[in-house]
T-cell receptor, first 113, second 109 residues
Framework: GAVVSQHPSRVICKSGTSVKIECRSL??????MFWYRQFPKQSLMLMAT?????????EQGVEKDKFLINHASLTLSTLTVTSAHPEDSSFYIC?????????FGPGTRLTVL | GIQVEQSPPDLILQEGANSTLRCNFS?????LQWFHQNPWGQLINLFY???GTKQNGRLSATTVATERYSLLYISSSQTTDSGVYFC???????????FGKGITLSVRP
């Protein structure tokens, strides 16, 4: 199957700082990538769809100014959590589609102190 | 949007037992996937199965699209099968997956 990587795997930051998470498709090109968030013991919730060369589309209730998405190349999408607060602490996972099947990165665990 | 429901929410098995995990969805789908989330959070693709039946070793899955459900079968369960199993589905052309709440499987030695 297709391989998706994420970096970093874990990050701890102070409240008020910004954190950037990278998502890469390693062996294929992805014009579209997806960003999900998962709280402990809960399911995955789609945050936004990242489109190469154009603006991301955000799900209802997700603040676009809080979660900045950039998809500058066919193999890289980045999610920046701006002015992070403790309530932003979560597990962030990206995915990309290959012929309609989605493959997921290993996730990034964000802890905001 | 599409609703995805999984049952049962929790399942405890003795090693060697068989099990069936169910996923109901509320609309016609063009994508239906089963995943196993390991203890480190990685989602492992088990099946891409918008319709029909597939088998991979001890695992098999069946999706009956006309009746809007999918089943994941685990035979001769092992302790390494423990974890959370998610079903996710999408409709239309945008490929956005909606996840069920997951089924937590515990296989005891």
């Amino acid at each position: 199957g297709a391989v998706v990587s994420q970096h970093p795997s874990r990050v701890i930051c102070k409240s008020g700082t910004s954190v950037k998470i990278e998502c890469r498709s390693l062996d294929f090109q992805a014009t579209t990538m997806f960003w999900y968030r998962q709280f402990p013991k809960q399911s995955l919730m789609l945050m936004a769809t990242s489109n190469e060369g154009s603006k991301a589309t955000y799900e209802q209730g997700v603040e676009k100014d809080k979660f900045l998405i950039n998809h500058a190349s066919l193999t890289l999408s980045t999610l920046t959590v701006t002015s992070a607060h403790p309530e932003d602490s979560s597990f962030y996972i990206c995915s990309a589609t290959v012929i309609n099947e989605q493959f997921f990165g290993p996730g990034t665990r964000l802890t905001v102190l | 949007g599409i609703q995805v429901e999984q049952s049962p929410p929790d399942l405890i098995l003795q090693e060697g037992a068989n099990s069936t995990l169910r996923c109901n969805f509320s609309d016609s789908v063009n994508n239906l996937q089963w995943f196993h989330q390991n203890p480190w959070g990685q989602l492992i693709n088990l099946f891409y199965i918008p319709s029909g039946t597939k088998q991979n070793g001890r695992l098999s899955a069946t999706t009956v699209a006309t009746e809007r459900y999918s089943l994941l079968y685990i035979s001769s369960s092992q302790t390494t099968d423990s974890g959370v199993y998610f079903c996710a589905a999408s409709t239309g052309a945008n490929s956005k997956l909606t996840f069920g709440k997951g089924i937590t499987l515990s296989v005891r030695p």
